[in-house]
């Protein structure tokens, strides 16, 4: 949604013509996106991904579910932060200088506008379609044959009725909690008292344990289910029985999932975390879904009872979670209807610890996943806890997999009586229990586990190893773009580096020490560390390029990141692109600079890819005057990033696997046009036009260049094409 035209903007940005980036110009709101709005687009990107007929449709179906679970997250803790904003009275904006009022007020008007069309797409396009490849998805009150019927009923008596409390509210019965994100059924209750009619709210919450979406048989060969909403309702007159139930719906809530914790007052954050966890759950509602032909009573009692305002109801038609759908992306046995499945290609460090650490020593190696399989990661840490003359490993994990091998391997390590040191950062949203549990595990092993620094999140992706070898102690480290967690490492694009550069690994040994030693400024020759001097670094860079173009030398950036809001980055890239500079950014996400602007932007594009697999690596790219720097790393041009975080940007130095990263996979990007869409000025996407050129998807053809073995040619664009420039 454009918050205001495109015309002002340009008018707007002309106002200053000296060229050089100071003046009031760079102060004006009209010159950044909104970050919630910037958010919403990107999921509307993902959105138009289940539209999109070219892709499988139980992969639609899948799109559908993600889109929904987006929406959950974004109400849990940005919406919820808002409100909390507007409660006490905080009026401070960001850079575009839209109050938390009235960004609540724009969000709900684009999130119901968004609401209506996921429902739109799932009745509307992908029903029908699953209809007509023999499958039958009953969400409201089935028709069913009488085998059906009766298996139901079975199921319901046997799987369902033992589970279920029903709940009439009355002065001895008070509403029931009802817990975030969980499905429940309310219903309007008649019953006479003395010649008397009376209604009553009953309300059934359902266990989070029970199956959502329901098999039932079908003679027929198709394949049917039915979701749990539905299931419960059509026998929900026997758990109110002596009622006359007079109409029901299905509903659930949005409720504050944000963390809030004093570090500095807090002695142990362990436990600190686990108490703020049990609070949240009981977090304050922010948004309240529910069918769209409920009663206006039963709404009325709902929102009372729940404390939500108007703005914050959202009615739908069945389901009323359509995350839940994801439950037929995986269930349903039709792989005609879902992507070919990709085997990705296998790069061994090794087959034994010898093979492997001489393979490092003799240069450094770079994977790209998922193209390329995450075992060589797990084959590094592995190896090293089995291997003898590995002394110490050095770890950190911000998110990792419910059975991790990682954590396995590091507790091995341990109880082999190796030095274990692990940094685990317990505020990893919607990953602090999973989080606890591994750090109590590794703590019982022998594990030194520690938590950072106090303040600050640890997002950095590093494993580092000492080895005692022939001419002394070595250290070999993996750094990396995405977390050590194999499950995520199979649907996220990240970069994996592993080295034995000293000067390299000299670096990551001094992170470590400033997160387990609290040292307050680490000495780095190679690494750029958050939040000491990785913004001060990019910025300087970024300048560099700026100043370059003035003198007329060869000047270029591109930067792939998930998102872009910091406000010094935005300023540095703004004034680079009136000095010349090319630019081109990669931005999955939230993107909050506008390109494109005539005296400000105008040689910056912007460009965002969504597709089958969750773009994640952060690439950083800068001619430099013809001595072209290269930087991965795991963090965005997020202010959170680069002031509130422990992040890592790492050099690509050698010549081939510099060549691969620019001219084979940042260039591959800038010549998607199946899959990218191009920002434009007032804050939305358009999809990009192929223009007469081979359709290419850079994920496709990541999938066909990973089948080459490294070193082969391979054909590579160059990121001076058209397209780029």
């Given at each position: 949604?454009?918050?205001?035209?495109?015309?002002?903007?340009?008018?707007?940005?002309?106002?200053?013509?000296?060229?050089?980036?100071?003046?009031?110009?760079?102060?004006?709101?009209?010159?950044?996106?909104?970050?919630?709005?910037?958010?919403?687009?990107?999921?509307?990107?993902?959105?138009?991904?289940?539209?999109?007929?070219?892709?499988?449709?139980?992969?639609?179906?899948?799109?559908?579910?993600?889109?929904?679970?987006?929406?959950?997250?974004?109400?849990?803790?940005?919406?919820?932060?808002?409100?909390?904003?507007?409660?006490?009275?905080?009026?401070?904006?960001?850079?575009?200088?839209?109050?938390?009022?009235?960004?609540?007020?724009?969000?709900?008007?684009?999130?119901?506008?968004?609401?209506?069309?996921?429902?739109?797409?799932?009745?509307?396009?992908?029903?029908?379609?699953?209809?007509?490849?023999?499958?039958?998805?009953?969400?409201?009150?089935?028709?069913?044959?009488?085998?059906?019927?009766?298996?139901?009923?079975?199921?319901?008596?046997?799987?369902?009725?033992?589970?279920?409390?029903?709940?009439?509210?009355?002065?001895?019965?008070?509403?029931?909690?009802?817990?975030?994100?969980?499905?429940?059924?309310?219903?309007?209750?008649?019953?006479?008292?003395?010649?008397?009619?009376?209604?009553?709210?009953?309300?059934?919450?359902?266990?989070?344990?029970?199956?959502?979406?329901?098999?039932?048989?079908?003679?027929?060969?198709?394949?049917?289910?039915?979701?749990?909403?539905?299931?419960?309702?059509?026998?929900?007159?026997?758990?109110?029985?002596?009622?006359?139930?007079?109409?029901?719906?299905?509903?659930?809530?949005?409720?504050?999932?944000?963390?809030?914790?004093?570090?500095?007052?807090?002695?142990?954050?362990?436990?600190?975390?686990?108490?703020?966890?049990?609070?949240?759950?009981?977090?304050?509602?922010?948004?309240?879904?529910?069918?769209?032909?409920?009663?206006?009573?039963?709404?009325?009692?709902?929102?009372?009872?729940?404390?939500?305002?108007?703005?914050?109801?959202?009615?739908?038609?069945?389901?009323?979670?359509?995350?839940?759908?994801?439950?037929?992306?995986?269930?349903?046995?039709?792989?005609?209807?879902?992507?070919?499945?990709?085997?990705?290609?296998?790069?061994?460090?090794?087959?034994?610890?010898?093979?492997?650490?001489?393979?490092?020593?003799?240069?450094?190696?770079?994977?790209?996943?998922?193209?390329?399989?995450?075992?060589?990661?797990?084959?590094?840490?592995?190896?090293?806890?089995?291997?003898?003359?590995?002394?110490?490993?050095?770890?950190?994990?911000?998110?990792?997999?419910?059975?991790?091998?990682?954590?396995?391997?590091?507790?091995?390590?341990?109880?082999?009586?190796?030095?274990?040191?692990?940094?685990?950062?317990?505020?990893?949203?919607?990953?602090?229990?999973?989080?606890?549990?591994?750090?109590?595990?590794?703590?019982?092993?022998?594990?030194?586990?520690?938590?950072?620094?106090?303040?600050?999140?640890?997002?950095?992706?590093?494993?580092?190893?000492?080895?005692?070898?022939?001419?002394?102690?070595?250290?070999?480290?993996?750094?990396?773009?995405?977390?050590?967690?194999?499950?995520?490492?199979?649907?996220?694009?990240?970069?994996?580096?592993?080295?034995?550069?000293?000067?390299?690994?000299?670096?990551?040994?001094?992170?470590?020490?400033?997160?387990?030693?609290?040292?307050?400024?680490?000495?780095?020759?190679?690494?750029?560390?958050?939040?000491?001097?990785?913004?001060?670094?990019?910025?300087?860079?970024?300048?560099?390029?700026?100043?370059?173009?003035?003198?007329?030398?060869?000047?270029?950036?591109?930067?792939?990141?998930?998102?872009?809001?910091?406000?010094?980055?935005?300023?540095?890239?703004?004034?680079?692109?009136?000095?010349?500079?090319?630019?081109?950014?990669?931005?999955?996400?939230?993107?909050?600079?506008?390109?494109?602007?005539?005296?400000?932007?105008?040689?910056?594009?912007?460009?965002?890819?969504?597709?089958?697999?969750?773009?994640?690596?952060?690439?950083?790219?800068?001619?430099?005057?013809?001595?072209?720097e290269v930087f991965l790393g795991s963090a965005d041009w997020m202010p959170r990033n680069l002031r509130g975080r422990v992040e890592v940007s790492f050099p690509i130095e050698d010549?081939?696997?510099?060549?691969?990263?620019?001219?084979?996979?940042?260039?591959?990007?800038?010549?998607?046009?199946?899959?990218?869409?191009?920002?434009?000025?007032?804050?939305?996407?358009?999809?990009?036009?192929?223009?007469?050129?081979?359709?290419?998807?850079?994920?496709?053809?990541?999938?066909?260049?990973?089948?080459?073995?490294?070193?082969?040619?391979?054909?590579?664009?160059?990121?001076?094409?058209?397209?780029?420039?």
């Amino acid at each position: 949604m454009a918050l205001f035209e495109y015309g002002d903007l340009e008018a707007m940005s002309n106002a200053d013509s000296n060229g050089n980036g100071s003046g009031q110009v760079f102060n004006d709101p009209k010159l950044y996106v909104n970050r919630e709005m910037s958010w919403l687009e990107f999921n509307q990107r993902v959105l138009e991904e289940a539209h999109d007929a070219r892709n499988p449709l139980l992969e639609r179906v899948k799109f559908l579910a993600i889109t929904a679970n987006n929406l959950d997250e974004f109400f849990e803790v940005r919406v919820s932060g808002l409100m909390q904003q507007v409660d006490s009275r905080n009026i401070s904006t960001g850079p575009d200088g839209v109050l938390p009022e009235d960004q609540l007020s724009q969000i709900s008007v684009r999130a119901h506008r968004m609401v209506a069309e996921q429902y739109a797409c799932w009745e509307n396009e992908l029903m029908p379609a699953l209809i007509a490849a023999g499958i039958i998805v009953h969400t409201g009150e089935p028709e069913l044959g009488p085998e059906a019927a009766a298996y139901l009923d079975r199921y319901f008596d046997a799987e369902l009725e033992p589970v279920l409390t029903p709940i009439t509210v009355d002065p001895a019965h008070p509403f029931p909690y009802v817990a975030n994100k969980a499905l429940n059924l309310a219903a309007l209750l008649e019953f006479e008292r003395d010649g008397q009619i009376e209604h009553h709210l009953g309300v059934v919450t359902v266990p989070r344990l029970l199956k959502r979406v329901i098999p039932v048989p079908n003679r027929s060969g198709k394949l049917e289910y039915i979701m749990l909403a539905a299931a419960v309702r059509r026998r929900l007159d026997q758990l109110f029985r002596g009622y006359r139930i007079v109409a029901t719906t299905a509903f659930r809530v949005t409720r504050n999932s944000n963390l809030y914790l004093e570090e500095e007052e807090v002695e142990n954050l362990l436990m600190a975390v686990e108490n703020e966890i049990r609070q949240r759950r009981r977090g304050d509602v922010v948004r309240l879904e529910l069918e769209h032909n409920a009663p206006a009573e039963i709404v009325e009692l709902l929102s009372n009872n729940l404390r939500v305002e108007e703005d914050q109801i959202y009615r739908v038609h069945a389901p009323v979670n359509l995350n839940r759908l994801m439950r037929l992306y995986t269930d349903i046995p039709r792989p005609d209807l879902k992507d070919k499945p990709y085997v990705p290609a296998e790069r061994s460090l090794g087959e034994d610890a010898e093979m492997l650490f001489n393979t490092l020593r003799k240069g450094d190696v770079l994977l790209h996943h998922p193209y390329e399989s995450f075992n060589p990661v797990l084959q590094f840490i592995q190896t090293a806890a089995r291997d003898p003359r590995v002394v110490a490993i050095k770890q950190t994990l911000y998110r990792t997999s419910e059975d991790s091998p990682v954590v396995q391997a590091l507790v091995s390590a341990a109880e082999a009586g190796k030095q274990v040191t692990v940094v685990v950062e317990i505020k990893a949203r919607f990953d602090e229990e999973s989080n606890i549990r591994w750090a109590r595990r590794m703590e019982n092993a022998g594990v030194q586990v520690t938590y950072g620094l106090v303040g600050l999140k640890t997002h950095c992706k590093l494993c580092m190893l000492v080895r005692s070898e022939r001419e002394g102690m070595r250290r070999y480290a993996h750094l990396g773009t995405g977390n050590y967690n194999p499950q995520t490492a199979q649907i996220y694009t990240d970069l994996s580096l592993f080295t034995s550069n000293p000067e390299l690994t000299e670096d990551v040994a001094e992170v470590f020490n400033v997160l387990t030693a609290r040292s307050q400024r680490p000495v780095l020759r190679k690494l750029m560390v958050a939040p000491f001097a990785m913004l001060g670094g990019f910025i300087e860079k970024i300048d560099r390029e700026a100043e370059n173009a003035k003198k007329g030398r060869p000047a270029r950036i591109v930067a792939k990141v998930n998102s872009l809001l910091d406000v010094d980055i935005i300023q540095a890239l703004y004034r680079a692109s009136q000095a010349g500079v090319k630019i081109d950014l990669i931005v999955r996400g939230i993107c909050g600079l506008r390109p494109g602007l005539p005296g400000v932007s105008e040689n910056i594009r912007a460009r965002s890819v969504v597709g089958r697999y969750l773009e994640h690596s952060r690439v950083f790219y800068f001619e430099n005057d013809g001595k072209s720097e290269v930087f991965l790393g795991s963090a965005d041009w997020m202010p959170r990033n680069l002031r509130g975080r422990v992040e890592v940007s790492f050099p690509i130095e050698d010549p081939a696997l510099k060549v691969r990263v620019v001219d084979q996979i940042l260039a591959t990007y800038l010549q998607d046009n199946q899959k990218a869409r191009d920002l434009q000025g007032d804050g939305t996407h358009r999809a990009v036009e192929a223009a007469g050129a081979a359709p290419l998807s850079a994920q496709e053809a990541f999938m066909k260049l990973a089948r080459v073995a490294p070193g082969e040619s391979t054909r590579r664009f160059s990121i001076k094409t058209p397209a780029a420039e």
